[in-house]
């Protein structure tokens, strides 16, 4: 199973990115029945959770970018999107995504979110 991450950059304050999870090697049904989120590590750092998305379609996110964030998928495309809006520095940081199927835990490679001033 591979995860590719996509859709970083460069963007001011304010500004908003899409960020994309093509998932490879996994069946439909399994997909649909995974868990996935979206993590960070700003720079110094531990790696958090940002967003997740439970298998029946149940979100959550971390207090700082509630409101600003949305995380959906699309099971036909096997693809995990994080919308970001209103971007703060803070938010500078690289962006991870991650699928858990019973026991099997998988990451992305993660894509460089850059929050310029």
């Known amino acids: 199973v591979q995860l590719q991450a996509s859709g970083g950059g460069l963007v001011q304050v304010g500004g908003s990115l899409k960020l994309s999870c093509q998932v490879r090697?996994?069946?439909?049904?399994?997909?649909?029945?995974?868990?996935m989120g979206w993590y960070r590590q700003r720079p110094g750092r531990q790696r958090e959770l940002v967003a997740g998305?439970?298998?029946?379609?149940?979100?959550n996110y971390r207090n700082s970018v509630k409101g600003r964030f949305t995380i959906s998928k699309n099971s036909a495309e096997k693809t995990l999107y994080l919308q970001m809006s209103s971007l703060e520095s803070e938010d500078t940081a690289r962006y991870y995504c991650n699928l858990e199927l019973g026991s099997l835990n998988y990451w992305g490679q993660g894509t460089l979110v850059t929050v310029s001033s």
């Open positions: 998305l439970t298998s029946g379609g149940n979100s």
């Open positions: 090697g996994l069946i439909s049904s399994a997909f649909v029945s995974s868990q």
